[in-house]
């Protein structure tokens, strides 16, 4: 099991913008954070009202958005204009070429939002765009997943990779367990409030990786602790 303490992460601060970096992103570079397996980005986002991303393009990534406050305002090259906002999720594959543009249409409040890019295990397919309701608060105590390989039946969404993406509330009382799949690793990310991973204490914004554990373990030490685990 390794930690990676939210302090540690990567900073951009320039001043409409503040994100922390999981990984080696932009102007943040460190050859021991490239990613993890085909997990190659996690930023927390924070965007001033009235800014964001202009029109910028992205090839060979599946990318999943996440809102956790406020608004964002997505257009991009295949004739999409959407406002995503918490409670929804959206994903995107990048394949042989997508361009688009991500803005916080409030006139008074940041836009604090996750993103998250797996690399895919095929190389440029046709770009693609989702984004619908996804019943987060539903998901107390439990692992609901929220994006996965292949088709599926449980309202997750496809990605083009064999990693599974899950969102799970743990609060005071209950446990989130997970069962590492043989010759597996999973990515733990703690979204906001304090957890025991394991033995070990995690708070907003740390993560823990292992390559060797047979399961992952989450008990909620805080009213309420939102997490997102990666099996790769």
Same mark, same amino acid.
């Given at each position: ?64 958005? %996440?809102?956790?406050?406020?608004? %964002? ?154 997490? %997102?685990?990666?099996?790769?």
């Amino acid at each position: 099991m390794k930690i990676r303490r939210a302090n540690d992460r990567g900073l951009t601060d320039i001043g409409w913008l503040k994100s922390r970096h999981s990984f080696s992103f932009g102007d943040y570079y460190d050859p021991r954070q490239m990613g993890f397996r085909t997990l190659r980005v996690i930023n927390d986002d924070w965007v001033a009202a009235g800014k964001g991303f202009g029109m910028h393009g992205h090839r060979d990534m599946e990318i999943l958005t %996440l809102v956790l406050q406020g608004e %964002l305002e997505h257009q991009d090259s295949l004739g999409h204009k959407e406002v995503l906002r918490p409670g929804e999720v959206q994903v995107m594959s990048a394949g042989k070429g997508i361009r688009h543009s991500e803005y916080n249409p409030s006139n008074a409040n940041a836009a604090h939002f996750l993103q998250i890019w797996i690399e895919p295990h095929t190389m440029g397919i046709a770009p693609r765009y989702e984004q619908r309701p996804f019943p987060l608060s539903e998901c107390d105590n439990s692992w609901c997943c929220l994006a996965g390989p292949g088709a599926r039946k449980d309202g997750s969404f496809e990605i083009f990779q064999n990693t599974s993406v899950f969102y799970g509330i743990a609060r005071p009382g209950g446990s989130l367990s997970h069962v590492v799949k043989d010759d597996g690793a999973v990515w733990l990310h703690v979204i906001e409030g304090e957890v025991v991973v394991n033995g070990s204490n995690l708070k907003t914004g740390d993560a823990v990786s292992s390559e060797g554990a047979s399961e992952i373990e989450c008990v909620s030490t805080s009213d309420e602790s939102s997490l %997102l685990l990666f099996s790769l």
